[in-house]
C-alpha cells in the first residue's frame, strides 16, 4: 500500500478488486498533506482488519479509515470487517470512520468494537465515532451492510454516529427511506443485568449538515422506536475496554 503522489491518502492500488486489507499495531503521527488517512478503493474482503491502532489528529485533515466498497457475502458465510481496539485521536474536523459503499453489498457485518474516541473542540453537529455517507450517485443500496458497536469510548458531548448525504449529490434513492440504509446494533446491559443487542434508527441520527428538501416533514413525523432484535453477529468476541478516560457509552443516546 503506497501513497499516491499527491499525498492525499494511502490507497490500496486495487481498484475495486476484492483485497483483504490487514493494519495492525501501528502509530499512525503527523503526516502534512494527508486528507485521508485510509481511502480504500478496492472492494474490501473478508477477514480485512483495523485492530490496535493509534491515530493522531495530523495523521489526517478529513477521516482516517474510509470503506468506499466492500465485498458481498453469503448468508452462511457473511463478509466480516474488524475495527476493534484503536485510539483515535481527532481534531474538530477529523472523524475516524466512514462508511460509504457503493453499489449494494450484502451480508456485511462492521465490527466496530472496543475503541477510544478522543476529540477536543468538538463540533456537535458533526463529530461522531463513525459516519454513514453514500458514495456520491454510486451508492445504491447499504441494507445488507450490518454494524455491530461495542465497548466503545467516546467524549461526553459526541456523537455516536450520525448519517450525513447530501440530496441529488450523495444518494440516488437512500436518503430519506431507512429501509436502504444500513442496520444498527449496539451491546447493551440494562439495570437487571439482562444484555443483548439493541437496534437504533439511524435517521435518529441524521446529521443538521444533511441537505434534504423533504427533511422537516420526514422529521416531524419520525417516531422513535427502541426495537429490540435478536439478531447475532458472526463475531461476538468480548473486547472489554480497559483504557482510562472517556465515557463508555452503552445505549447510543
Known amino acids: 500500500m503506497n501513497p499516491n503522489e499527491a499525498p492525499r491518502a494511502f490507497r490500496p492500488n486495487r481498484w475495486g478488486e476484492s483485497t483483504k486489507i490487514v493494519v495492525e499495531n ?12 485510509f481511502e480504500l478503493n478496492c472492494s474490501v474482503a473478508d477477514g480485512s482488519k483495523f485492530n490496535n491502532n493509534t491515530f ?33 485521536e481527532c481534531s474538530t474536523d477529523t472523524n475516524p470512520i466512514r462508511v460509504a459503499c ?4 450484502k451480508n456485511v457485518e462492521i465490527h466496530i468494537e472496543g475503541n477510544k474516541y478522543i476529540c477536543e473542540n468538538l463540533d456537535e453537529n458533526y463529530s461522531g465515532l463513525f ?4 458514495y456520491n450517485m454510486d451508492t445504491e443500496d447499504l441494507s445488507g451492510v450490518t454494524i455491530y458497536l461495542k465497548d466503545n469510548v467516546i467524549p461526553e458531548n459526541a456523537n455516536l454516529f450520525y448519517y450525513y448525504a447530501k440530496d441529488g449529490v450523495d444518494s440516488k434513492l437512500i436518503t430519506l427511506n431507512e429501509e436502504l440504509l444500513p442496520k444498527v446494533f449496539i451491546f447493551e446491559v440494562d439495570e437487571d443485568g439482562n444484555a ?8 435518529q441520527y441524521l446529521s443538521p449538515y444533511s441537505k434534504q428538501k ?5 422529521l416531524a413525523a419520525l417516531e422513535v422506536t427502541d426495537d429490540t432484535d435478536t439478531t ?13 478516560g472517556g465515557e463508555t457509552i452503552p445505549t447510543g443516546e
Open 131 to 134: 459516519f454513514i455517507q453514500p
Open 56 to 88: 493522531v489528529p495530523e495523521a489526517s485533515t478529513h477521516n482516517f479509515i474510509n470503506l468506499y466498497q466492500v465485498d458481498s457475502g453469503t448468508e452462511d458465510k457473511p463478509v466480516v470487517i474488524e475495527i476493534k481496539d484503536n485510539v483515535f
Open 232 to 244: 447475532t453477529p458472526t463475531d461476538n468476541t468480548d473486547n472489554t475496554d480497559d483504557t482510562d
Open 214 to 218: 423533504e427533511l422537516d416533514p420526514l
Open 102 to 105: 457503493k453499489g449494494a453489498p
Open 196 to 203: 443483548g443487542w439493541k437496534q437504533l434508527s439511524i435517521l
Open 26 to 37: 501501528n502509530y499512525f503521527g503527523e503526516c502534512p498533506g494527508l486528507y485521508n488517512t
